[in-house]
Each structure stands twice: as structure tokens, then as C-alpha cells.
């Protein structure tokens, strides 16, 4: 009987493997199609000149970095890191004590055992620094955008958002059954158009990034703010390039244009100038963060934020609600980087005040060897061209730090007209 059993055993595991064989054969043929398929796409993206390698970071996150290959310190000038305290001791420090005090993550989402006392307390210093009512943490942005919209809108409701938003905004409002229209990038004629094609909607909800990351232009919020007033709309910016830094105070472009208070809602990342590690939010009514806790699906579905990245981040806001001395400090050294690069013959986009300054090239070819000779003097800069900016206007983004000295920024300066003047750009 023993036998037997050995024997029905084994010719059951036999017939296993001989399906498992099939079965893999047939798995093998699908992926050596798609292998084919995309083989095909990145050649495509090589010959167009497009293609985007990673180079490998072997330090912190700093205006002087290490990168693999190379044995000399580079400067950076391509992190969002605007107000240099990715590394900043404090900083790593209030992390280490929160690793040690509260853990290294929460192995849950936030409704079922989520949410600690930090998590609490970092979204209220997040309302209080944008005088809201309520805020509420995401694991990115990303997810803060992707989370907004079919929450609050239904198919009695409108949005209108820019034609250039962020990807995040554009597939959050993808998921969303709102009533969609895109406005002509900035062009408040066409917003004005939209909004009134938009009149029967229950709410109108007007979408705009506060400061556009390829091009550094900033969007001209208090008109929006005045066709919301007048058409009883609402306003959502998402301020990812704006927080920590711009205004002022760093209260973002509110503040930059004056009319703090005008905005609805505000979405804002924790990954870029406040500390750089990971995290986005939504600030504004109570009434709209206790919905999203109650139907935000990257919410409702993601884990909590670990604390160490909460920790620091709080850390950040003490320092930014406690003086404005490194805001000041980007905005001096944007000056600085813009009126040098001008005077050197330089077309640059953005706007004055903003460190994101997009050296314009217009090929693409063009900016990839621009920047990997750059690096080859020292300054870690990257070439952005199709699909992340349009055909025809690829460029060099710039983003200046707080972090960089006046010395930095000459050297990039330098570096710039040397690699200019060899490529003919000037």
C-alpha cells in the first residue's frame, strides 16, 4: 500500500511538473514578445535622443554630493532640495529620535492602527503654517492629488484645471466623474470661457500647480482668485514648488502675490524643500480633510507615514515658523545665479524671484551633451526634453539651494559659459 501511495505521489508531482512546464513555455513566449515590443520603444527613446540614465548618488543629499565614477565632489544643481536641509543635521537628528521613540513605521494604514501622537501633531503645524482649518497626511503628493478629486466631486460638479499641471493633478482628476475642462496654460481669457461653459455644475473646482516645475513660471493666482470669486468657484493649488521657499516667509504663492487666505485648498509635498525625505498633504475646511479620511483611497489604502519622516519634517516647520533667514537665503542666490547667466548671454525661463531656472536650449541632443559636460566640470545638472517638456524646448533645470555659497554659484556660472561657448550656445 505504502507502495502505492509513493507511486500516486509521484506521478501526480510528475503530471505537476509537466503542466508547470507548459505553463512556463507559455509564459516564456508572452514575455519574449513583450521583451520584444519594449526593445523596440527604448531604441526608439535612444534614437530620439531622450532616453534618461540614472547616475548614482554615493553621499547625502547636499549642494556637494559624490556621485559614482568619479572621485571628486560635484555640486548639485538639479535637486528640489531648495532649502538644503536634506542633510541638515537637526533635521537628522529629530529623525533618529523618533526612529528610536516611535519606531521605524506604523505596519498600518492610518484609521486602523495607524496613527500616532507625531502624525496628529505635524497636521495641525501643517494648518497653522498655512492658516487652515484642518490638514491631512499622504504618503507623497502624488497620492495627496490622486486622492483629492474623487473624493470631493461627483458628476453634478466641474473642474478646470491648466493644460500643464502636474501628472499627479492630471490622473487624479482622470479618476474623478467631475465634468473635465482643460484651460489654455495661464490664459485667464480661456479660464474665464471654461468657467462659464460651467455654470450649471453643483461645484466648480479650478486646478492649478502655484509654480509650474519645468519652466518655473508661476501661475497668476489672485486672477484666478477673482474668476473664482466671481463665477463661485473654488481654487486648488498644489504648491510642491512653492512651500518652504517662496514668499516671504515660504508660505508659498499666496503669500508671493499677497492675498493669503484666498485659496481653498492647498496640496503640498514633505519630499522637496521641507526636509526631503517623503510625504504630501491637503490643508484647508475641516468639513473637506474629514471627507478625505473618509473616502481618499490613497489614504484609506496606503500605509502611515513612518515616523522618522515625520519627525523631520516637523522639524523643518519649527525652523521655517521660528524666521525666514533661509528663504532669504534662496532668494538671494537666485538673483545672484539669474542676473550672471543674462548677463553672459543666457535665455532663461521662470520667473525672477524663483530658484527653479530653466537654461533654454531647444534640442534635445543638445541638452543631454550640455549637461554631461557639465558634469565632466564639476556641476551635476540634467537635460529635460520630450515627453517631460514639449518638443523643441528642451532645457537644463537649474534649481538653486540654500545651501549653495556665492562661490558655488560663480563656479556654475563659469561652467556654463565654458560649455556654452564650446557648444555654441553663446
Do not use: W
Not at 463665477?231 to 492675498?259: Q, S
Amino acid at each position: 500500500m505504502a507502495a502505492v501511495g509513493t507511486g500516486l505521489l509521484l506521478k501526480c508531482t510528475l503530471r505537476g511538473l509537466t503542466l508547470h512546464h507548459h505553463v512556463t513555455k507559455a509564459g516564456a513566449a508572452g514575455v519574449a514578445g513583450m521583451k520584444k515590443i519594449l526593445e523596440k520603444e527604448l531604441d526608439g527613446i535612444k534614437e530620439a535622443g531622450t532616453f534618461k540614465a540614472e547616475r548614482v548618488i554615493t553621499s547625502k543629499q547636499d549642494a556637494s554630493i559624490k556621485v559614482l565614477g568619479r572621485t571628486e565632489n560635484i555640486l548639485n544643481f538639479c535637486a528640489n532640495n531648495y532649502l538644503g536641509l536634506s542633510s541638515n543635521q537637526e533635521v537628522i537628528e529629530a529623525g533618529k529620535r523618533a526612529l528610536d521613540e516611535h519606531g521605524a513605521g506604523l505596519s498600518s494604514v492610518r484609521f486602523i492602527c495607524g496613527t500616532q501622537d507625531i502624525h496628529k501633531a505635524l497636521e495641525a503645524q501643517i494648518a497653522r503654517f498655512h492658516g487652515r482649518e484642518n490638514a491631512i497626511l499622504y504618503p507623497s503628493c502624488f497620492d495627496a492629488n490622486g486622492g483629492l478629486f474623487e473624493a470631493l466631486l461627483t458628476s453634478d460638479d466641474a473642474v478646470i484645471s491648466d493644460e500643464l499641471n502636474h501628472a499627479s493633478i492630471i490622473d487624479g482628476i482622470r479618476l474623478c466623474k467631475a465634468q473635465k475642462h482643460r484651460y489654455k496654460h495661464m490664459d485667464m481669457t480661456d479660464l474665464e470661457d471654461k468657467l462659464k461653459e460651467s455654470q450649471n455644475a453643483r461645484m466648480k473646482l479650478i486646478a492649478t500647480d502655484g509654480v509650474f516645475s519645468m519652466d518655473g513660471n508661476v501661475t497668476p493666482l489672485k486672477t484666478i482668485c477673482d474668476l473664482a470669486d466671481k463665477y463661485n468657484a473654488l481654487v486648488f493649488i498644489d504648491e510642491c514648488h512653492a512651500t518652504g521657499f517662496f514668499g516671504e516667509t515660504g508660505r508659498g504663492t499666496e503669500e508671493h502675490f499677497g492675498i493669503e487666505g484666498r485659496v481653498d485648498i492647498i496640496n503640498s509635498t514633505l519630499g522637496k524643500a521641507l526636509g526631503g525625505a517623503s510625504g504630501g498633504y491637503t490643508t484647508g475646511p475641516k468639513q473637506l480633510v474629514d471627507i478625505l479620511r473618509q473616502r481618499s483611497r490613497p489614504y484609506l489604502f496606503s500605509n502611515t507615514l513612518p515616523p522618522p519622516v515625520v519627525a523631520c519634517a516637523t522639524k523643518v516647520f519649527d525652523m521655517l515658523m521660528g524666521g525666514s533667514k533661509l528663504t532669504k537665503k534662496v532668494e538671494s542666490n537666485t538673483r545672484q545665479f539669474r542676473s550672471k547667466m543674462k548677463e553672459a548671454g543666457f535665455k532663461l525661463g521662470g520667473d525672477e524671484k524663483h530658484p527653479i531656472c530653466p537654461v533654454m536650449l531647444g534640442d534635445a541632443r543638445l541638452a543631454t551633451t550640455f549637461a554631461d559636460k557639465m558634469l565632466e566640470c564639476g556641476i551635476y545638472v540634467i537635460g529635460f526634453s520630450f515627453p517631460v517638456v514639449p518638443k523643441g524646448t528642451a532645457r537644463i533645470r537649474v534649481q538653486i539651494s540654500a545651501a549653495h555659497s556665492e562661490q558655488d554659484i560663480d563656479k556654475a556660472v563659469d561652467a556654463f559659459v565654458e560649455i556654452g561657448k564650446q557648444l555654441n550656445v553663446i
